[in-house]
């Protein structure tokens, strides 16, 4: 397995993040694990959604349909946790 150099900030906010997992998962959750549930969760947005909101000029819908994604995302995510 190879290995890679991160920070010490950065090596502590992923122990805190594996933790957290690793409580809500309730088993053991290892780094290469926590990790592999950010790059999970990074490859479902779409930046370009996005700019054409803002490209859009109605910032008001663009917010709310903002809003109502993040509500979207936020039940995916207490399901993931709710194990």
Known sequence: MPTISVSEDVKRELLKFASELQMKLGRRV???????????????????????????????????????????DERKYSRYFSH
Do not use: H, Q, T
């Open 30 to 72: 290892d780094f290469d694990e926590a990790i592999r549930f950010l790059l999970m969760y990074r490859r479902k947005k779409n930046p370009r959604l996005l700019i054409e909101a803002c490209k859009s000029g109605d910032v008001e819908d663009a917010l709310k349909e903002l809003y109502k994604e993040r509500e979207v």
